[in-house]
């Protein structure tokens, strides 16, 4: 049974979109939620393996457009606990 586990990134406005393709491209990622500065959840979305490209554009033009309205906001990222070599 794989466990799930949560990590907080604070960031601003216009590295927003860089970050949200850095975590994707790691690969392990769940699920992205955005928060304002306040703790209020602006979008949420799940992330399954082989969303790439084409697919997952309209999802990044949202986040490009978020971006630009808002100053700090912070990411959740769920992520598969992926217990290492030495763990098994």
Same mark, same amino acid.
């Given at each position: 049974?794989?466990?799930?586990?949560?990590?907080?990134? #604070? +960031?601003? &406005?216009?590295?927003?979109?860089?970050? %949200?393709?850095?975590? %994707?491209?790691?690969?392990?990622?769940?699920?992205? +939620?955005?928060?304002? *500065?306040? &703790?209020?959840?602006?979008?949420?979305?799940?992330? +399954?393996?082989?969303?790439?490209?084409?697919?997952?554009?309209? #999802?990044?033009?949202? %986040? &490009?457009?978020?971006?630009?309205?808002?100053?700090?906001?912070?990411? +959740? #990222?769920? *992520?598969?606990?992926?217990?290492?070599?030495?763990?098994?």
């Amino acid at each position: 049974m794989e466990n799930t586990i949560k990590e907080t990134f #604070v +960031t601003h &406005g216009e590295n927003l979109l860089h970050k %949200i393709e850095e975590l %994707i491209k790691e690969g392990n990622v769940r699920k992205i +939620t955005i928060h304002d *500065k306040s &703790g209020d959840e602006l979008m949420s979305f799940p992330l +399954t393996f082989g969303v790439v490209g084409a697919v997952f554009a309209p #999802v990044l033009a949202a %986040i &490009g457009a978020v971006a630009a309205l808002i100053g700090e906001c912070s990411i +959740t #990222v769920e *992520k598969d606990d992926v217990p290492l070599e030495k763990d098994l």
